[in-house]
């Protein structure tokens, strides 16, 4: 197992992932031009450094999925 050192130092490597509060706004942005599927949504997120799978269930909420 790694230690929080360990893991600390390896996280630092990794590309920061969005916030929540970031992902909330792009979704809104998103939303508000226009994208009205799932994909067009996830389409819009694809490349960026998110947790798609976060971005597809607050997607399926607004969208009452």
Do not use: H, R
């Not at 197992?1 to 590309?15: G, N, R, V």
């Not at 949504?41 to 947790?51: E, N, Q, S, T």
């Amino acid at each position: 197992a790694l230690s929080d050192f360990e893991l600390k130092i390896l996280e630092s490597y990794l590309p920061k992932q969005m916030t929540t509060e970031e992902i909330d706004n792009k979704m809104n942005e998103v939303i508000g031009g226009g994208a009205n599927n799932l994909g067009a949504i996830m389409a819009a997120f694809k490349g960026l450094p998110v947790d798609m799978k976060l971005v597809s269930e607050k997607a399926k909420q607004i969208l009452n999925l």
